[in-house]
């Protein structure tokens, strides 16, 4: 069965850069883009890019260029999101999650939390 | 980029009632339209996609409709465990945008 398995929660300073894992199994790792979407406290959901990882052409939101890098590993199947300059406003539970024919997402990671904080 | 408004914010029903959510799409958007359900400390779940396919598995009274640029779910009897916030999605091309949610709570 298709496994998303994200790394865990993370503290991180306020500037500082974090680099969130998504490790996925059971399916062809490279036929299915990856994305990233994260959820702040008590908000909605809110996409930040998608990485094709069979080639690692990537594309992010508006929001995030400058800031967001997904990145892959494809010989451990293994999907990273880095978000750099973080600011209070970035701690949220950052997810990954399989896009699917037209990348609706059915497969999801199980979240990570990352805390902004001085 | 197109935007995605979803209304109303939030809703209170009773078990039972038919529960309508409503998204409207900026531009147009074909049939490429997604219904996710999430409750509380939960990875959201695929209900609907291309507007009105219901994904396997998924309860028979949740039903998507529209086409274009104006969607609905509907949850044609709710239930106790219908309680959750409630996202609509464009995808397809990006940027891939989410609605702001509907929150169903029972009255």
């Known amino acids: 069965q298709v496994q998303l398995v994200q790394s865990g929660a993370e503290v991180e300073k306020p500037g500082a850069s974090v680099k969130v894992s998504c490790k996925a199994s059971g399916y062809t790792f490279t036929g299915y883009y990856m994305h990233w979407v994260r959820q702040a406290p008590g908000q909605g959901l809110e996409w930040m890019g998608w990485i094709k990882p069979n080639s690692g052409d990537t594309n992010y939101a508006q929001k995030f260029q400058g800031r967001v890098t997904l990145t892959r590993d494809t010989s451990i199947r293994t999907a990273y999101m880095e978000l750099s300059s973080l600011i209070s406003d970035d701690t949220a539970i950052y997810y990954c999650?399989?896009?699917?024919?037209?990348?609706?997402?059915?497969?999801w990671g199980q979240g990570t939390l990352v805390t902004v904080s001085s | 980029d197109i935007q995605m408004t979803q209304s109303p914010s939030s809703l209170s029903a009773s078990v039972g009632d038919r529960v309508t959510i409503t998204c409207r799409a900026s531009?147009?958007?074909?049939?490429?339209l997604a219904w996710y359900q999430q409750k509380p400390g939960k990875v959201p779940k695929l209900l609907i996609y291309a507007a009105s396919t219901l994904q396997s598995g998924v309860p028979s009274r949740f039903s998507g409709s529209g086409s274009g640029t104006d969607f609905t779910l509907t949850i044609s009897s709710l239930q106790p465990e219908d309680v959750a916030t409630y996202y609509c999605q464009k995808y397809y091309s990006a940027p891939l945008t989410f609605g702001g949610g509907t929150k169903v709570e029972i009255k």
């Open positions: 531009q147009g958007i074909s049939n490429y």
């Open positions: 999650a399989r896009g699917e024919e037209t990348e609706y997402f059915y497969h």
